[in-house]
């Protein structure tokens, strides 16, 4: 009768020591990840119901919302909740800048968000200061066009201006001073630009430039200079391959063109009477000049 009762005190210690054993299990183990997040929007995916955002360190993370995201705007000027309006995820533009708390992925690149909190009401509001400057700074002092001409022994540079008034010749000056970039291929951003020589310009490039222009408008004297090979076009979608981020549109001439998309690639959603003035604006063959890699399309801001 001992030995019975020895081992059924062996078998209830055993059984009380595994039920602890998964109790504490059960007690350590590590909960989600809360955290937050802060970045300006790259881009919109309305019905998957996620947003890409860039962080001011260059990490690309993806915000996912459902049903249950409150997804709010808070007013320029304003940092109380409270006066924070609802909106969709529609009403959020590309180069806007939110705030985001949620459940983060293990690997920091995603966040299942329950609040998403979009700060100022535009692009230009909710840009931080410094890049408010840069923005400033290039309305004085700047100039854009495309290149037409390059004179490597003068170093100098022609390009046909755009302006209000229309599209004029300016010799560029480029010095030993003069701080030279180009375009990363997949992004228009000067922040992804990497430094450039004057053997590296060439005829057809987009360029821009901050420095100082002549009195009559017909020179342009360089400190920095940003250029690189651009090429627009316009046209109706016929295709989508989400695998590989790829569009293929059908052009004004009937040609079927692949447009990938890049992680740095800026998406943006325009209205019907945006796209039939850009249509309206659209060059015609004939009023394109020679050396413009242009398919048709506009590029705003360029």
Request: aromatic share 2%; net charge positive; with cysteine.
């Amino acid at each position: 009768m001992k030995k019975i009762f020895a081992v059924v005190l062996t078998l209830a210690a055993s059984f009380v020591v595994n039920n602890n054993l998964v109790a504490q299990t059960a007690t350590q183990a590590p909960a989600a990840a809360q955290g937050r997040v802060v970045g300006a929007v790259t881009v919109v995916d309305q019905a998957g119901g996620k947003l890409t955002i860039k962080t001011d360190s260059g990490e690309l993370i993806t915000v996912l919302t459902n049903d249950k995201s409150s997804v709010l705007r808070l007013p320029a000027g304003e940092t109380s909740a409270q006066n924070a309006t609802k909106i969709s995820l529609g009403d959020i533009a590309v180069g806007d800048r939110l705030f985001a708390r949620g459940t983060n992925s293990a690997d920091g690149k995603l966040i299942d968000a329950r609040q998403v909190v979009v700060t100022g009401g535009a692009v230009a509001s909710a840009q931080p200061p410094a890049q408010q400057g840069q923005r400033e700074d290039f309305r004085q002092r700047g100039l854009n066009g495309r290149i037409t001409a390059v004179d490597a022994a003068k170093k100098e540079i022609t390009i046909q201006a755009r302006s209000r008034e229309g599209a004029t010749p300016v010799v560029v000056a480029v010095s030993d001073t003069t701080k030279l970039f180009k375009y990363a291929p997949d992004s228009m951003n000067i922040k992804d630009a990497s430094r450039s020589s004057f053997a590296d310009l060439k005829v057809g490039d987009q360029l821009r430039a901050l420095g100082e222009r002549s009195a009559d408008g017909a020179r342009f004297t360089a400190a920095e200079v940003i250029a690189g090979s651009t090429t627009r076009t316009a046209g109706q979608v016929v295709a989508v391959n989400a695998a590989k981020n790829e569009i293929t549109l059908k052009n004004g001439q009937g040609q079927n063109i692949t447009v990938a998309i890049g992680q740095r690639s800026a998406l943006r959603r325009v209205t019907p009477e945006m796209a039939a003035q850009f249509e309206a604006n659209r060059p015609r063959p004939e009023q394109r000049g020679q050396g413009q890699a242009d398919h048709g399309g506009v590029c705003p801001g360029c």
